[in-house]
């Protein structure tokens, strides 16, 4: 058992020679007390999604106050307040804090951003809790907005590179779409094939116009692609908002009126959970036959297609045994 406390923080020798290995200028600085860190910041690193794991936390306390050790974290020290920001250990450090006792830090010093990026979400693979899958493509997606290119970034985090060019994809129209007043929420209830279709507009304007009517009038796939045959022959975003208009005033408008489906609302209806649902139901209950969609999809997009039904499936069952629960 361990009785130096400041031994309860111990070097890695694996990571020195990562850390050596990507270039990065760093030494080891024994017996640290946590009041020296940004905790906001140091949790605010853009590692994970969501707060701290108490679990984990919980795990790395009892091991402590048992005598065993944990690896030193790794972070850079801000000039301006002089305290120490968690590139690495975020976890390690609640664990410290909570227990009264000083850690050992590797300092990384003279580090540029996209390194210290790059260290912020590799060494989350190697300690502690690993981060999950989302975590890992959003964490991907950002070193690759910092520069880095899909392929490395892809290989680093253990993702697949075509869902993650898939998943920056759909990020690009996210932002594209935000810009003309289109929620983040419209833009992701679009499937993938047709926020890849929308994102072939020629213009900007066009595409806010042709996105706007997708949503309003349920849009598919192939009704976009047509469209767009006539749409991306136009020369200018004033030809193409004009052409785009007169279909939604000439051919789709009842459509618009019936909700973008066969699924008419009552005139005045609030949107409730009730009528979400019930427009949800009727959009399954008017699918194609599963034989006609699946033609429709790619390897990649079909594994995630199953995922997303099965979900759906399961939130659906759940709903139908609390209504016959009543």
Do not use: C
């Not at 909700?259 to 009552?266: I, S, W």
């Not at 399954?284 to 034989?291: G, K, Q, S, T």
Request: charged letters at 25%; proline letters at 4%; a positive charge.
């Amino acid at each position: 058992m361990t009785t130096d406390a400041t031994a309860l923080s111990r070097r890695d020798a694996a990571l020195e020679a990562r850390l050596t290995e990507r270039g990065v200028d760093w030494r080891f600085v024994k017996g640290m007390p946590t009041s020296g860190f940004d905790f906001p910041k140091s949790l605010n690193n853009q590692s994970r999604l969501g707060e701290l794991d108490e679990p984990t936390v919980t795990r790395y306390v009892l091991a402590l106050q048992n005598g065993n050790s944990l690896p030193a974290v790794i972070a850079w020290q801000e000039k301006k307040t002089g305290q120490y920001v968690i590139a690495s250990g975020n976890h390690r450090l609640e664990a410290f804090a909570r227990t009264g006792l000083p850690l050992s830090v590797y300092d990384i010093t003279g580090t540029p951003s996209q390194t210290i990026l790059e260290l912020t979400f590799t060494e989350n693979l190697e300690h502690g809790l690993p981060p999950t899958e989302a975590e890992r493509y959003r964490q991907a997606g950002q070193l690759v907005d910092n520069g880095m290119a899909v392929e490395t970034a892809a290989r680093l985090l253990m993702v697949s590179q075509r869902k993650l060019e898939n998943a920056r994809y759909a990020l690009e129209g996210k932002r594209k779409a935000a810009a003309y007043g289109i929620k983040p929420t419209q833009w992701d209830i679009l499937n993938g094939g047709v926020q890849e279709k929308l994102l072939t507009t020629k213009t900007d304007e066009g595409f806010a116009a042709l996105t706007k009517l997708t949503i309003a009038a349920g849009l598919t796939s192939d009704e976009i692609k047509d469209i767009l045959t006539s749409v991306n022959a136009t020369k200018s975003a004033e030809a193409q908002t004009k052409l785009i208009a007169e279909l939604r005033d000439r051919v789709y408008q009842p459509r618009i009126a019936g909700g973008g489906t066969t699924y008419a609302k009552t005139k005045g209806k609030a949107v409730t959970p009730r009528t979400t649902t019930e427009r949800a139901i009727t959009l399954v209950r008017n699918l194609p036959e599963p034989e006609t969609i699946v033609e429709y999809y790619r390897d990649l997009d079909g594994a995630e297609a199953v995922e997303h039904i099965a979900e759906a499936i399961r939130k659906l069952q759940r709903l139908k045994t609390l209504l016959n629960g009543r």
